[in-house]
Protein backbone atom coordinates (compact mmCIF):
# COMPACT_ATOMS: atom_id res chain seq x y z
CA UNK A 1 0.00 0.00 0.00
CA UNK A 2 0.98 3.76 -0.56
CA UNK A 3 -0.92 6.23 1.46
CA UNK A 4 -0.98 9.51 -0.09
CA UNK A 5 -2.71 12.70 -0.12
CA UNK A 6 -2.88 13.10 -3.86
CA UNK A 7 -1.40 15.59 -6.04
CA UNK A 8 1.31 12.37 -6.93
CA UNK A 9 4.22 13.42 -8.32
CA UNK A 10 7.58 11.42 -9.41
CA UNK A 11 8.16 10.70 -5.61
CA UNK A 12 5.01 8.99 -5.12
CA UNK A 13 5.88 7.40 -8.49
CA UNK A 14 8.67 6.15 -7.06
CA UNK A 15 7.01 4.84 -4.07
CA UNK A 16 4.42 2.66 -6.17
CA UNK A 17 7.44 1.50 -7.76
CA UNK A 18 9.09 0.67 -4.94
CA UNK A 19 5.55 -1.14 -3.55
CA UNK A 20 5.55 -2.75 -7.02
CA UNK A 21 8.87 -4.14 -6.38
CA UNK A 22 7.63 -5.45 -3.04
CA UNK A 23 4.29 -7.21 -3.41
CA UNK A 24 1.88 -8.74 -6.17
CA UNK A 25 -0.67 -6.17 -6.04
CA UNK A 26 -0.27 -2.36 -4.89
CA UNK A 27 -3.17 -0.15 -3.29
CA UNK A 28 -3.28 3.52 -3.45
CA UNK A 29 -5.10 5.77 -1.09
CA UNK A 30 -5.87 9.24 -2.08
CA UNK A 31 -7.28 10.98 0.58
CA UNK A 32 -6.44 14.50 1.88
CA UNK A 33 -7.03 14.24 5.62
CA UNK A 34 -8.76 17.34 7.18
CA UNK A 35 -7.68 15.85 10.67
CA UNK A 36 -3.87 16.69 10.19
CA UNK A 37 -4.22 20.08 8.86
CA UNK A 38 -4.41 22.63 11.92
CA UNK A 39 -4.81 25.53 9.74
CA UNK A 40 -7.93 25.65 7.27
CA UNK A 41 -5.75 27.46 5.24
CA UNK A 42 -3.06 25.20 4.37
CA UNK A 43 -6.26 22.31 3.95
CA UNK A 44 -7.94 25.10 1.32
CA UNK A 45 -4.61 25.39 -0.44
CA UNK A 46 -3.65 21.71 -0.58
CA UNK A 47 -3.26 21.20 -4.33
CA UNK A 48 -5.52 18.32 -5.61
CA UNK A 49 -6.47 16.71 -9.43
CA UNK A 50 -7.85 13.38 -8.96
CA UNK A 51 -7.98 13.15 -12.28
CA UNK A 52 -4.49 13.18 -13.39
CA UNK A 53 -3.81 11.24 -9.81
CA UNK A 54 -5.56 8.23 -11.33
CA UNK A 55 -3.93 9.28 -14.74
CA UNK A 56 -0.97 9.02 -13.06
CA UNK A 57 -2.00 5.84 -11.17
CA UNK A 58 -3.19 4.28 -14.47
CA UNK A 59 -0.18 5.09 -16.20
CA UNK A 60 2.36 3.18 -13.54
CA UNK A 61 -0.31 0.17 -13.20
CA UNK A 62 -1.72 0.28 -9.99
CA UNK A 63 -3.95 -2.46 -9.18
CA UNK A 64 -6.15 -0.62 -6.71
CA UNK A 65 -6.98 3.39 -6.03
CA UNK A 66 -8.87 3.92 -3.12
CA UNK A 67 -10.22 7.68 -2.79
CA UNK A 68 -12.69 7.93 -0.15
CA UNK A 69 -14.42 11.19 1.01
CA UNK A 70 -13.96 12.77 3.92
CA UNK A 71 -17.77 11.53 4.93
CA UNK A 72 -17.08 7.72 4.37
CA UNK A 73 -13.79 7.98 6.39
CA UNK A 74 -15.64 10.12 9.51
CA UNK A 75 -18.93 9.94 9.28
CA UNK A 76 -20.97 11.71 11.56
CA UNK A 77 -20.85 10.79 15.13
CA UNK A 78 -16.44 9.62 14.66
CA UNK A 79 -14.98 10.29 17.55
CA UNK A 80 -11.67 8.17 18.43
CA UNK A 81 -8.37 9.65 17.63
CA UNK A 82 -5.24 7.60 17.51
CA UNK A 83 -2.46 9.54 19.37
CA UNK A 84 1.38 8.75 19.49
CA UNK A 85 3.49 10.17 22.25
CA UNK A 86 7.09 10.54 22.22
CA UNK A 87 8.77 10.80 19.13
CA UNK A 88 5.74 12.61 18.11
CA UNK A 89 5.98 15.35 20.63
CA UNK A 90 9.01 17.82 19.39
CA UNK A 91 9.79 19.43 15.93
CA UNK A 92 6.31 18.80 13.58
CA UNK A 93 4.52 17.86 17.23
CA UNK A 94 5.10 21.51 18.56
CA UNK A 95 4.32 23.83 15.34
CA UNK A 96 1.85 21.77 14.32
CA UNK A 97 -0.27 21.01 16.76
CA UNK A 98 -2.99 17.88 16.20
CA UNK A 99 -1.02 17.20 13.32
CA UNK A 100 0.31 13.97 14.35
CA UNK A 101 -2.71 12.83 16.07
CA UNK A 102 -4.45 13.68 12.63
CA UNK A 103 -2.16 10.79 10.89
CA UNK A 104 -1.78 8.65 13.49
CA UNK A 105 -5.70 8.32 13.08
CA UNK A 106 -5.93 8.52 9.52
CA UNK A 107 -3.23 5.69 8.88
CA UNK A 108 -4.93 3.38 11.52
CA UNK A 109 -8.14 3.45 9.53
CA UNK A 110 -6.43 3.17 6.26
CA UNK A 111 -4.87 0.07 7.30
CA UNK A 112 -7.37 -1.61 8.81
CA UNK A 113 -9.40 -1.08 5.84
CA UNK A 114 -6.80 -2.14 3.40
CA UNK A 115 -4.80 -4.38 5.42
CA UNK A 116 -1.81 -4.18 3.68
CA UNK A 117 1.41 -6.74 4.26
CA UNK A 118 3.65 -3.51 3.69
CA UNK A 119 2.99 -0.09 3.80
CA UNK A 120 5.44 2.04 1.66
CA UNK A 121 6.51 5.67 3.13
CA UNK A 122 8.55 8.80 1.84
CA UNK A 123 11.66 9.19 3.90
CA UNK A 124 11.06 13.60 3.69
CA UNK A 125 8.31 12.85 6.50
CA UNK A 126 11.30 11.72 8.98
CA UNK A 127 9.77 12.30 11.88
CA UNK A 128 5.87 11.22 10.31
CA UNK A 129 7.67 7.45 9.64
CA UNK A 130 9.06 7.32 13.04
CA UNK A 131 5.15 7.95 14.36
CA UNK A 132 3.87 5.42 12.32
CA UNK A 133 6.61 2.96 13.21
CA UNK A 134 5.93 3.30 16.29
CA UNK A 135 2.25 2.93 16.00
CA UNK A 136 2.28 -0.40 14.00
CA UNK A 137 4.76 -1.61 16.60
CA UNK A 138 2.88 -0.78 20.07
CA UNK A 139 -0.84 -1.49 17.68
CA UNK A 140 1.05 -5.04 17.21
CA UNK A 141 -0.54 -4.31 13.27
CA UNK A 142 0.83 -7.13 11.16
CA UNK A 143 2.68 -4.23 8.69
CA UNK A 144 5.89 -3.79 7.27
CA UNK A 145 6.88 -0.26 6.95
CA UNK A 146 9.06 0.22 4.36
CA UNK A 147 10.58 3.60 4.00
CA UNK A 148 11.66 5.27 0.45
CA UNK A 149 14.77 7.54 -0.20
CA UNK A 150 13.60 11.12 -0.67
CA UNK A 151 13.26 11.88 -4.45
CA UNK A 152 14.80 15.38 -5.54
CA UNK A 153 14.52 17.89 -8.27
CA UNK A 154 17.46 18.31 -10.43
CA UNK A 155 18.30 21.26 -8.47
CA UNK A 156 18.47 19.30 -4.94
CA UNK A 157 14.98 20.54 -3.73
CA UNK A 158 13.02 17.82 -2.03
CA UNK A 159 9.95 16.77 -4.09
CA UNK A 160 6.67 17.58 -2.44
CA UNK A 161 3.33 18.43 -3.31
CA UNK A 162 3.61 21.71 -1.54
CA UNK A 163 6.35 22.92 -4.21
CA UNK A 164 3.82 24.04 -7.26
CA UNK A 165 2.72 26.49 -4.75
CA UNK A 166 6.14 28.10 -4.42
CA UNK A 167 6.92 31.05 -7.06
CA UNK A 168 10.12 31.19 -8.81
CA UNK A 169 11.79 33.51 -7.15
CA UNK A 170 10.87 31.73 -3.79
CA UNK A 171 12.24 28.33 -4.85
CA UNK A 172 15.17 29.73 -5.95
CA UNK A 173 15.67 30.94 -2.12
CA UNK A 174 14.09 27.36 -0.66
CA UNK A 175 17.38 25.77 -2.80
CA UNK A 176 19.07 26.84 1.14
CA UNK A 177 17.54 23.72 2.59
CA UNK A 178 19.07 21.25 0.46
CA UNK A 179 22.28 23.10 0.51
CA UNK A 180 22.32 22.80 3.96
CA UNK A 181 21.82 19.50 4.35
CA UNK A 182 24.52 18.67 1.77
CA UNK A 183 26.68 21.16 4.02
CA UNK A 184 26.26 19.02 6.86
CA UNK A 185 26.93 15.87 5.07
CA UNK A 186 29.79 17.33 4.01
CA UNK A 187 30.73 18.37 7.77
CA UNK A 188 30.44 14.97 8.83
CA UNK A 189 32.87 13.59 5.87
CA UNK A 190 35.22 15.54 6.95
CA UNK A 191 35.13 14.30 11.07
CA UNK A 192 32.48 17.26 12.35
CA UNK A 193 30.40 15.32 15.09
CA UNK A 194 29.27 17.75 17.36
CA UNK A 195 25.54 18.28 17.20
CA UNK A 196 26.30 22.11 18.08
CA UNK A 197 28.87 22.66 15.12
CA UNK A 198 26.75 20.75 12.59
CA UNK A 199 23.74 22.90 13.72
CA UNK A 200 25.66 26.32 13.05
CA UNK A 201 26.47 25.05 9.76
CA UNK A 202 22.91 24.43 8.70
CA UNK A 203 21.89 28.19 10.01
CA UNK A 204 24.62 29.83 8.11
CA UNK A 205 23.68 28.10 4.87
CA UNK A 206 19.67 28.20 5.69
CA UNK A 207 20.68 32.43 5.97
CA UNK A 208 17.50 34.49 6.61
CA UNK A 209 14.62 32.14 5.36
CA UNK A 210 11.88 32.06 7.69
CA UNK A 211 13.38 28.52 9.79
CA UNK A 212 10.93 27.13 12.34
CA UNK A 213 13.67 24.35 13.31
CA UNK A 214 16.84 23.44 11.95
CA UNK A 215 18.47 20.76 14.55
CA UNK A 216 20.46 17.88 15.03
CA UNK A 217 19.07 15.16 17.18
CA UNK A 218 19.36 10.86 17.52
CA UNK A 219 17.08 9.66 14.71
CA UNK A 220 15.90 7.32 16.90
CA UNK A 221 14.52 9.17 19.07
CA UNK A 222 14.18 12.25 17.76
CA UNK A 223 15.97 14.09 21.42
CA UNK A 224 19.44 15.15 21.69
CA UNK A 225 22.29 12.90 21.19
CA UNK A 226 24.36 11.38 23.91
CA UNK A 227 27.59 10.71 22.29
CA UNK A 228 29.24 12.61 19.28
CA UNK A 229 29.91 8.74 17.58
CA UNK A 230 26.37 8.50 17.30
CA UNK A 231 24.80 8.60 14.09
CA UNK A 232 22.56 11.95 13.64
CA UNK A 233 19.66 13.27 11.96
CA UNK A 234 19.58 16.93 10.73
CA UNK A 235 15.82 18.07 10.82
CA UNK A 236 15.03 21.49 8.81
CA UNK A 237 11.68 23.28 8.75
CA UNK A 238 11.03 26.60 6.90
CA UNK A 239 8.46 29.00 5.35
CA UNK A 240 9.46 30.32 2.43
CA UNK A 241 7.06 32.12 -0.10
CA UNK A 242 4.18 30.82 2.47
CA UNK A 243 4.78 27.88 1.30
CA UNK A 244 6.27 25.39 4.46
CA UNK A 245 8.57 23.08 3.38
CA UNK A 246 10.37 20.14 5.78
CA UNK A 247 13.65 17.59 4.83
CA UNK A 248 16.07 15.97 6.09
CA UNK A 249 19.34 14.01 6.39
CA UNK A 250 20.66 11.30 8.33
CA UNK A 251 24.23 11.27 8.93
CA UNK A 252 26.34 7.85 9.86
O1 LIG B 1 2.42 11.73 3.95
C1 LIG B 1 1.23 11.86 3.60
O2 LIG B 1 0.90 12.04 2.43
C2 LIG B 1 0.15 11.80 4.66
O3 LIG B 1 0.60 12.34 5.86
C3 LIG B 1 -0.41 10.37 4.87
C4 LIG B 1 0.64 9.44 5.41
C5 LIG B 1 -0.97 9.84 3.58
C6 LIG B 1 -1.55 10.44 5.89
O4 LIG B 1 -2.58 11.28 5.50
Not at 23 to 52: E, H, K, M
Not at 128 to 146: C, E, F, M, W, Y
Not at 188 to 202: D, H, M, N, Q
Given at each position: ?????????????????????????????????????????????????????????????????????????????????????????????????????????????????????????GAKDFQ??????????????????????TVRD??GLALS?RN??????????ALAIPRSLR?A?????????????????V??EL??L?I?YA??????????????????VVLVAA?V???RLIDNVV??
Amino acid sequence: MVPTMGALHVGHVSLIRRAQSIGASVVVSIFVNPLQFGDSSDLATYPSDIDRDLDICRETSVDLVWAPSVEHMYPSGFATRVSVTGVSVPFEGHHRPGHFDGVATVVTKLFSVVRPDTAVFGAKDFQQVAVIKRLTSDLGLPITIDVAPTVRDHDGLALSSRNVRLEPPARTRALAIPRSLRAAEDAWKSGVRSSRELEAIVATELGDLDIEYAAVVDPSTLSERTNDDDSAVVLVAATVGGVRLIDNVVLG
